[in-house]
């Protein structure tokens, strides 16, 4: 449902408002319902303002939900007084889009909103307090000669520093002259001084400069620009796809944008995967933009998360830059909404209500008569579709910034490389082009798509797998800073230590697979001993600032070797990195999920286009236990259309997104009895319904999840595909009704997921 939009309940039945009078976060549950009077029926939607009687007085709310169900005696019930005119404040906008997640997406209101209002909890506010005179300088010193004469030392100071300074800082009055507080408030109290406070905001990036931006585009950027650009000037702002080569300028390309947009008068929100939100990026955008540019991400404090969102609604900025959180920026005049590296996952939620910001950014932007532009060099297949289908402006950068060669890509079949005595994880290939990059002082990057130590951990006589006593995973090996390895789930926290006989059979003979960065860093280590090597995963980036120390000691040539995970890949740019290595290309392409192949040919195709960014011609090495994947193939060769015919096909045979819609119903309690109960009876009443549909519907399961237990929570999904999204959304609403009239649903949490990017 969106900005502005009815909800027809019919000429004669009278409709309620629930209503909110405080949106910070702790009262987002507390709303109160008001009749919509007749004549304001036409004008009452969600998320407008309105004025309501609330206790003795008129106070101002916002509309969350029209029904045509009281919730109390229809006789206590007061009407709307009035819809607030004039501009639309910022809050009606989010709140009307929170209400069209709820109805996208399947989750409360309250979801909803705590989602496009994630800051409204105040933390600490940071305040600025000054001293001043308020009395003339002849006066001023006419004090002065007053409070020396009774040597009233501390007023004297303070008095002889104003007359000097005009405004003096606080902290400095109480600290370095070593006036008291209660001086300074009697001299307030006399009239002699003014005590001023003013809010203060954190900034995140006040430590950056703003340097000369100098910057040409090449032809092929301002062909990008121009479309974009002109449509602006005359007033149509649509979806645009930037499909750009790995090294194309995409970047340029949105500050252009940007600097268009703010020259109108007008703000930007900048959306970036939060492991490619680093200092290098950051920079880029602040070295154009200054201090109207912010930042949003998850190691920023509280207090820093809530000032930028207060800086953006006062007009502070214009910019912000941030992981999918950033969507709900504040700004009054949104002009352009950016999504670089569209097609990564972070971008669609885990919890409800479980969106895809792609998806919300078009229908804010929408809203707001705003531009979208996704940009990616490996455009999700989901977005190519829609472009191929003209719901997406397709705008092509086919060529490197300056022309440069995309990097020379070779596969390695590491069967081979076991059948020739290598037992290494580093192919001979691999190893002697290592050592051409270190004689000639050139850097190194080996990815490996793992974190940790190791993965699971087996028995080499049973068989059997350690597994968590919470949850349906192997235990994954980890080495531990003091020494030691002990066993961690990655899903609900559990940590054992390891153990030295196998529980199962009490066999000696375990062991782990599939080594880690960690055990990758180690062998490197021994293999290049005069090389230096940095490792950045998970485990070595937990602290606020790790990443931009990895990253800037890296870019510094600190070292000669990054070995690291998908953070390593995510649009760095390193111009003296010339080899990249792929270790265990394949790893991702056994999971179970139908992205599997995308998901490989994106990160292969990533990884590789790190290398030969700069003036000297990169290589990439892929090593792989399938070398005859066509995910592979196409990565190698850096060829996206090849790899989307072949993936587009396979999705239509199968009725998969995107040609298909796909829903899940999650149904998770922590009965398993009462949660296969309830998906049983859903499963049950939903093909009766399906049944009366005119569009084929196909429904599976009740089964289990993928993890079919949770932290000591049982999971069950059921599974729906349908042609058109509209016929899935009208399902999931009728199912919402139906769990609500059921008693047995009552013990057991029901969710929706529309189009899931991951594995169920």
């Given at each position: ?484 390895h002990s066993m961690v789930c990655h899903y609900c926290g559990y940590r054992t230590a390891q153990p030295a006989l196998c529980p199962a059979c009490g066999s000696r003979y375990l062991g782990g697979f599939k080594a880690g960065t960690q055990r990758i860093e180690q062998l490197v280590q021994k293999r290049f001993p005069a090389a230096r090597t940095m490792r950045m995963d998970f485990d070595s980036t937990r602290t606020k600032d790790s990443y931009e120390k990895i990253l800037s000691a890296f870019a510094s040539r600190e070292a000669d070797i990054l070995v690291g995970t998908q953070m390593i890949v995510k649009g760095h740019d390193f111009p003296n990195v010339t080899l990249v290595g792929v270790l265990a290309a394949d790893m991702s392409l056994h999971v179970s999920d139908f992205h599997a192949s995308e998901r490989t040919f994106q990160l292969l195709t990533q990884a590789v286009g790190r290398a030969g960014r700069g003036k000297l011609p990169g290589n990439a090495v892929i090593q792989t236990y399938a070398p005859d994947n066509f995910a592979v193939e196409a990565a190698r060769d850096q060829d996206y259309d090849r790899f989307y015919a072949r993936e587009i096909a396979y999705r239509s045979m199968l009725s998969y997104p995107p040609v298909w819609n796909l829903l899940l119903i999650h149904c998770t309690g922590a009965k398993q009895p009462a949660v296969e109960e309830a998906a049983g009876c859903a499963a049950v009443w939903l093909k009766g319904r399906i049944a009366e549909e005119s569009e084929e519907v196909l429904l599976v399961g009740p089964a289990d999840a ?55």
């Amino acid at each position: 449902m969106g900005f502005g939009e009815e909800v027809k309940m019919g000429e004669d039945r009278a409709v309620y408002a629930n209503v909110i009078v405080d949106i910070s976060v702790e009262k987002l549950d507390k709303t109160f319902q008001y009749l919509v009077p007749e004549e304001l029926k036409d004008d009452v939607a969600i998320g407008v303002q309105v004025k309501i009687p609330f206790g003795n007085r008129a106070v101002t709310g916002y509309v969350i939900e029209l029904t045509g169900e009281p919730e109390i005696d229809v006789r206590r019930i007061k009407p709307i007084l009035k819809v607030c005119s004039g501009a639309v404040a910022i809050e009606s906008q989010l709140i009307a889009l929170a209400g069209w997640m709820r109805k996208n997406y399947g989750s409360t209101m309250n979801q909803a909103l705590k989602t496009v209002l994630p800051v409204r909890k105040k933390t600490g506010q940071k305040k600025e307090r000054s001293v001043s005179l308020c009395i003339s300088a002849e006066q001023a010193r006419a004090k002065l000669a007053l409070y020396e004469s009774r040597r009233n030392t501390a007023k004297a100071r303070l008095v002889r520093e104003l007359i000097a300074e005009g405004t003096l800082d606080y902290g400095l009055v109480v600290g370095r002259l070593n006036v008291s507080s209660q001086t300074v408030r009697a001299l307030s109290e006399q009239g002699v001084v003014r005590v001023e406070e003013k809010r203060s905001y954190r900034n995140p990036v006040g430590n950056l400069k703003s340097g000369e931006y100098l910057l040409t585009l090449n032809e092929n950027q301002r062909r990008v620009v121009s479309a974009v650009v002109s449509d602006m000037e005359r007033g149509i702002f649509s979806a645009y796809l930037v499909k750009g080569v790995t090294g194309s300028g995409k970047t340029e390309v949105y500050m252009e944008l940007i600097a268009h947009v703010i020259e109108k008068g007008r703000q930007a929100i900048v959306l970036i995967p939060e492991i490619a939100l680093t200092y290098q990026t950051v920079m880029r955008f602040y070295g154009r933009f200054g201090d109207r540019v912010s930042i949003m991400n998850s190691r920023l404090s509280g207090g820093e998360r809530y000032d930028q969102f207060e800086r953006a609604k006062a007009g502070d900025i214009d910019i912000m830059i941030g992981p999918r959180s950033a969507l709900f920026t504040p700004f009054a005049d949104l002009g352009l909404i950016i999504i670089d590296e569209e097609h990564e996952t972070s971008y669609k939620s885990e919890t409800a209500p479980r969106y895809h910001a792609r998806d919300v950014a078009r229908e804010r932007a929408r809203m707001c008569g705003a531009s979208l532009v996704l940009g990616s060099a490996t455009p999700s297949v989901d977005s190519y579709y829609r472009a191929k289908c003209g719901s997406y402006r397709l705008l092509e950068l086919s060529e490197r910034v300056d022309s440069r060669p995309l990097p020379a890509c070779e596969i390695v079949d590491m069967r081979k490389e076991l059948m020739e005595g290598n037992r290494s994880i580093l192919s001979v290939r691999l190893q002697e082009l290592m050592e051409e990059r270190l004689v000639r002082g050139e850097q190194i990057m080996l990815f490996l798509n793992r974190r940790g130590a190791a993965g699971f951990i087996s028995c080499r006589a049973c068989g059997s797998v350690i597994k968590c006593p919470h949850c349906d995973v192997s235990l994954s090996l980890h080495m531990e800073e003091a020494g030691g390895h002990s066993m961690v789930c990655h899903y609900c926290g559990y940590r054992t230590a390891q153990p030295a006989l196998c529980p199962a059979c009490g066999s000696r003979y375990l062991g782990g697979f599939k080594a880690g960065t960690q055990r990758i860093e180690q062998l490197v280590q021994k293999r290049f001993p005069a090389a230096r090597t940095m490792r950045m995963d998970f485990d070595s980036t937990r602290t606020k600032d790790s990443y931009e120390k990895i990253l800037s000691a890296f870019a510094s040539r600190e070292a000669d070797i990054l070995v690291g995970t998908q953070m390593i890949v995510k649009g760095h740019d390193f111009p003296n990195v010339t080899l990249v290595g792929v270790l265990a290309a394949d790893m991702s392409l056994h999971v179970s999920d139908f992205h599997a192949s995308e998901r490989t040919f994106q990160l292969l195709t990533q990884a590789v286009g790190r290398a030969g960014r700069g003036k000297l011609p990169g290589n990439a090495v892929i090593q792989t236990y399938a070398p005859d994947n066509f995910a592979v193939e196409a990565a190698r060769d850096q060829d996206y259309d090849r790899f989307y015919a072949r993936e587009i096909a396979y999705r239509s045979m199968l009725s998969y997104p995107p040609v298909w819609n796909l829903l899940l119903i999650h149904c998770t309690g922590a009965k398993q009895p009462a949660v296969e109960e309830a998906a049983g009876c859903a499963a049950v009443w939903l093909k009766g319904r399906i049944a009366e549909e005119s569009e084929e519907v196909l429904l599976v399961g009740p089964a289990d999840a993928s993890v079919s237990k949770v932290n000591d929570v049982y999971r069950k999904v059921i599974y729906m595909k349908a042609k058109h999204y509209g016929t899935l959304v009208r399902l999931k609403d009728e199912t919402e009704r139906y769990v609500r009239e059921q008693s047995l649903f009552s013990p057991v949490t029901v969710q929706f997921d529309f189009n899931p990017v991951s594995g169920f």
